[in-house]
C-alpha cells in the first residue's frame, strides 16, 4: 500500500492511537485501513494528493467497493477505523470531516448451526438404556436441548472436565442453563442458539469428569459434530 505523499498524516494518527494506550493490532488494523483507502482510492482512482481534497463520495465509492468485495463485517470494520482517523484529522487540523452524517454498513445477523431435528433424535438415542450412567446423561441431554446451549461453550465444558480440572467454569459470575447466576434473565431456546448461556459443572452432582464426560460419550456415539 504505497501512500507515501499520504503517509506524514498517517504516521501522525500512528502516534495519536499509541499516546491513547490503544491496542497494538487496533493500531495496526487502522493504519493498514487508513493507508489502502488513502493509496486505492485517493492516490489511484481519485488521483488526490492532499487529505483536504478527500470528500464524502470518495468515502462512499469506497465503502460500496469494499461492500462488493468483502463481507459487510470487513466493511464495518474499515469504515471504524477511517471514521477515527478523519475524526482525528478534523480535530488536529481544523479540516472539514468528509464522514460527518455518514453511517456504517449494516452488519446482518449470522446464526452459527444447530443440531437438526434428526441430529438430536439421534443423540437422544445414543442416551437411551436403563442404566444409571444412560438415564444420566439422558437427563442431561434433556436438560441442554431445552436450554438451548452454545455448543462452543459446551465443549469448553467438557475440556476442561475431562483435562481433570476441578471446579466450576467461567468463573464465578458463570451462566446456569435457563438463568443468570448474577444479572438478569436469559433466554430459552429449545434447540436454538442462545447468545450468553454455558454449563454449570460445578454444581452437585456434575463435578465429576464422567458426568460431564457422559456427555461426550454420547455425542460421539451418535456421531454429532462436537467442536
Known sequence: MDAEVLGAEIGSFQLHLAAEGRAPKTIRLYTEAVAWFAA???????????????DRRDVQE????????????????????????????????DLPDPMDGLHSPKVAVKLGPVFSGTEL????HACAGREFAQRRDA????VLKA????????STCLGQRLSGA??????????VIGERRHGGPVARGGGEVVERQAVDCGSRGWRRRDGCGGILRALLRSG????
Open 166 to 175: 476441578v471446579g466450576h467454569c467461567g468463573g464465578h459470575d458463570r451462566d
Open 62 to 93: 469506497w465503502m460500496t467497493w469494499l461492500l462488493d468485495m468483502y463481507s459487510d463485517a470487513y466493511a464495518s470494520n474499515q469504515y471504524r477505523a477511517l471514521q477515527q482517523f478523519f475524526k482525528w484529522l478534523s480535530a488536529e487540523e
Open 147 to 154: 436450554s438451548g446451549i452454545r455448543l462452543r461453550n459446551l
Open 224 to 227: 454429532s459434530d462436537a467442536r
Open 139 to 142: 437427563a442431561i441431554i434433556t
Open 121 to 124: 433424535a439421534r443423540l437422544e
Open 40 to 54: 486505492a482510492r485517493l492516490l489511484g482512482e481519485g488521483g488526490k494528493t492532499c487529505w483536504e481534497q478527500a
